[in-house]
């Protein structure tokens, strides 16, 4: 079945920089896309981007251009995203989540990996 | 962007209830409008897309309508596995597909 495997919990110190990664299995890997959403204790969900692992191409949201890279290994079907100059406001849980039509982009988000938890605190 | 305002942001049910969440959109979004559970502690689910098809494997308890502005996620009779919170999402323009600021679900 399709699944998403997300790296551990981390602790970065203000300033620091955290790069998640997110594994894929049970489909086509360069077919879908990949979306990366974060949630802030006790908030909503927040887009943050999107990568083409076919391509490598990539879209961020304004308010993380700048500071956020996502990139993918079509060789172990993982995609990675990095997250740099780190805030306290930047601790939360991160989703990858996979976009649920085959080449496009439909912002249809299924499956969703089960999230890392990144903490910043000095 | 595309504003998505969940009404109402908490209800209490009990086990049997018929439970209505709204929301709704600050301009037409015509029917690209999605909705998700998300338990305490777990990643969201995908429940319905485009207003009203049921995601593949979702009971048949939950059902979506709406168009326009105006949508509502209805549980026809809750069940103990329902209590959660509901994210609703616009698909319309994209990015970012915004998502309301979602409904908690409990007893």
């Known amino acids: 079945q399709v699944q998403l495997v997300q790296s551990g919990a981390e602790v970065k110190k203000p300033g620091a920089s955290v790069k998640v990664s997110c594994k894929a299995s049970g489909y086509t890997f360069t077919s879908y896309y990949m979306h990366w959403v974060r949630q802030a204790p006790g908030q909503g969900l927040e887009w943050m981007g999107i990568?083409?692992?076919?391509?490598?191409?990539?879209s961020y949201a304004q308010k993380f251009q700048g500071r956020v890279t996502m990139t993918r290994d079509t060789s172990t079907s993982t995609v990675y995203m990095e997250l740099s100059s780190l805030r306290s406001e930047d601790t939360a849980m991160y989703f990858c989540?996979?976009?649920?039509?085959?080449?496009?982009?439909?912002?249809?988000?299924?499956?969703w990996g089960h999230g890392t938890l990144v903490t910043v605190s000095s | 962007d595309i504003q998505m305002t969940q009404s109402p942001s908490s209800l209490s049910a009990s086990v049997g209830d018929r439970v209505t969440i709204t929301c709704r959109a600050s301009?037409?979004?015509?029917?690209?409008l999605n909705w998700y559970q998300q338990k305490p502690g777990k990643a969201p689910q995908l429940l319905i897309y485009?207003?009203?098809s049921l995601q593949s494997g979702v009971p048949s308890r939950f059902s979506g309508s709406g168009s326009g502005t105006d949508f509502t996620l209805t549980i026809s009779s809750l069940q103990p596995e329902d209590f959660a919170t509901y994210y609703c999402q616009q698909t319309y323009s994209t990015p970012p597909g915004t998502f309301g600021r979602g409904t908690k679900v409990e007893v």
């Open positions: 989540t996979r976009d649920a039509i085959p080449v496009a982009e439909t912002f249809r988000f299924d499956p």
């Open positions: 485009a207003a009203f």
């Open positions: 990568i083409n692992p076919s391509s490598g191409s990539t």
């Open positions: 301009q037409s979004i015509t029917n690209y």
